[in-house]
Structure formats: C-alpha cells, structure tokens
C-alpha cells in the first residue's frame, strides 16, 4: 500500500485498563493497523480481543497510553472526540444511540447536517432543507420520508439505525465505523439494514470499518477481513485472498485459537 493511499493509521499503539492495581489488563501493546483509502474492513474475533476498543480509539471516545492514530497523515491522537466526529462517523450496536427519541426525524437530520458546525442546529432547521431531508430518507426505502415530523423515538429499532446509517454520512467524513451495527436487529432488518450499508459505502466510496460477530457478513461484505484475537490481529486477508475466504475458514482459524489458548 502506498503511503498517500493511507487514509488512517494506528502507530505503536499501547492500551491497559486498570493500571497499577490487581486487575490490570494490558490489551494492546504496540498494536498497529494502517487503513488505505476506500477499504471496507470487516473485523471480528471473540469478546475482549480488542475490536471495540479499536474502535473507541479512533474516535477518541478511549485514550491511550502511547503510540499515534493518524488520520490523513494528521496526527489526532489527542484531539477531542467532538472534535474528530466531524470527520469519522459511527454508528452503534444500539439503534437509540445514534438518535435523539424525543426529536422529531426531521430535527435529527438537522442535527446530523450540522455537525462540526459552530453555528449549532437553528440553520439546518430551516425549512428550504425539508425537500432535501425529505429525499434523503426517501433513499432509505423504509417509507419514512411520510413521518418526517414524528419523534424518532416512536421508530422501529431497524428504522432507527438505518437512520442513524444515514445521519453518520450526512457531511463529508474520513472514516465510517460500525461497531456492531445490526447485533441487536431481528434477522430479517439485519439483511436491509446491511444491504443499506453496502449500498451508501460504495455509493459514498466511504472508508469504512466493520466490527461484526457475524461471520457471513464478515465474509460477504467488504475488501479486507481481519482477525482479531487478545489484542493482535492474527487474520489480514484482502482483495483476492479474502474473496476466497469462507466461514469455515474462520471458524477453523477460531478453533486453533481457542485451543492454543487452552479454552
């Protein structure tokens, strides 16, 4: 990968959790991941290997203890979260994060067209934007732009997060990160909500990283597929090599692990 192709990238990346008593738990040390731009990275592994925290740490939701996350070669490592949400969109495991229940979808997407903007919401309110909003949640094909002005808190949990897809790409971004995105939606609004996703990420040509516990999804969907495991990306297929993975491939690799590991 060449290094103008780097859209973000995780240097010597040191993370423990409750340092300097008994519990302490050192996650990663000296993890490292570059992104190039325009990959769809789907990643999994077993509860505590690191993905979420992965995540977090992109964000800024989760400091670190040293190392650098770079992001257009910038170095972000300290920048607020508020600040780097203007640039990287995130959508949750649960539909009600993403979203404000009491507000009216309409008064979402304001919000969401308003982020990073020091103007606060009142310009997005204007109504020259209903017919724009309108059109956008039109292209969900959920048959929400009829409900415009009813409080998003009334949504089903699929309706929801396929707002909150939306509303993440709204302005321009870097960076989309799912964490989990369709986990807590019934099998049927899982699939739409997935073949929403793929839709706007090659539509947008977004970067976008994928955190799953489905292994179809993980191998369906996206360029690259990683493997994560006790911190360490044990898995790093892309292009044609991960075209030819399958779910039994990783539930294989999954196996060898949880033996080496003595589980």
């Known amino acids: ?122 310009p997005a309110l204007n109504r020259k934007n209903h017919k724009r909003f309108r059109e956008l949640v039109a292209g969900l094909g959920l048959g929400l732009e009829d409900k415009m002005d009813i409080p998003v808190g009334l949504l089903s949990g699929g309706q929801r997060q396929a707002l909150s897809l939306l509303m993440s790409t709204m302005t321009p971004i870097d960076i989309l990160l799912l964490d989990e995105h369709t986990a807590a939606l019934d099998p049927k609004t899982a699939e739409v909500i997935m073949t929403l996703t793929d839709r706007l990420v090659r539509e947008m040509n977004l970067t976008t990283i994928m955190v799953t516990h489905n292994l179809r999804y993980a191998v369906e969907y996206g360029n690259r597929l990683l493997m994560m495991h006790n911190g360490h990306i044990v898995l790093d297929k892309a292009g044609e090599e991960k075209a030819g993975c399958s779910i039994d491939n990783l539930l294989t690799l999954f196996n060898e692990i949880s033996i080496e590991c003595g589980n």
């Open 1 to 122: 990968m060449q290094e103008n192709d780097i859209i973000l990238e995780l240097r010597n990346v040191d993370k423990g959790f409750n340092r300097g008593t008994v519990n302490e738990t050192i996650l990663f040390s000296g993890f490292g991941l570059s992104v190039g731009r325009g990959e769809f990275i789907s990643v999994v592994g077993s509860n505590g290997s690191g993905k979420t925290t992965m995540l977090n740490i992109i964000s800024g939701s989760t400091m670190i203890d040293g190392g650098s996350v770079l992001l257009e070669g910038r170095d972000i490592t300290k920048l607020p979260e508020h600040k780097k949400a203007a640039k990287i969109g995130r959508v949750f495991q649960n539909p009600a994060v993403g979203t404000v229940p009491g507000m009216t979808i309409f008064e979402n997407l304001s919000i969401a067209a308003n982020k990073g903007s020091s103007y606060g919401m009142a």
